[in-house]
């Protein structure tokens, strides 16, 4: 009973991650025969603390059969682009560094994460986007600011 409450519970926290972001759309990469074909999918999620960012994320999706049942372990290759799109206002205060968004890129172990930092002194928002592994993540990543106009200072926690 004990694992299976432990299953449910890492499932339910894959399913909330996934959530968070909405499917744009999708290009194939690469034909599969059999299951569906490689992907780069981009999704948008808006920031929970700062309404009016919205952040877009390119990132590979492995298919063939693997990929059909969930087993695949996608490529630590991912773009984030956050964009202002309405009157930028902040929920509350706003820690230095924080884990904005976070998804599976495999089964186990492997998770592509968005971190928003605060640059104060230029008043930006910056989006940086990694993944990363229990054992040996990767160094492959990719940045983006939003500038936050200058009468208008963040509220650093």
Do not use: W
């Not at 990469?29 to 919205?54: Q, R, W």
């Not at 630590?76 to 009157?87: N, T």
Request: glycine content about 8%.
């Amino acid at each position: 009973m004990r694992i299976s409450l432990a299953a449910l519970a890492i499932a339910a926290s894959f399913t909330m991650a996934a959530a968070l972001a909405e499917t744009i759309g999708s290009v194939d990469t690469a034909f599969k025969l059999i299951g569906p074909d490689h992907k780069v999918v981009v999704e948008v999620f808006d920031d929970p603390k700062v309404a009016g960012v919205s952040c877009y994320l390119s990132r590979a999706k492995t298919g063939g059969i693997k990929g059909a049942i969930g087993l695949a372990e996608d490529k630590a290759e991912s773009s984030v682009a956050c964009r202002q799109v309405g009157a930028l206002s902040f929920t509350g205060k706003v820690p230095r560094q924080e884990e904005v968004f976070s998804e599976r890129a495999s089964i186990f172990f492997k998770h592509v994460r968005v971190v928003r930092m605060v640059d104060a002194k230029r008043n930006a928002l910056i989006y940086l986007v990694y993944s990363d592994r229990l054992v040996d993540g990767s160094p492959k990543n990719s940045v983006t600011a939003v500038p936050v106009p200058g009468n208008q200072p963040i509220p650093v926690q």
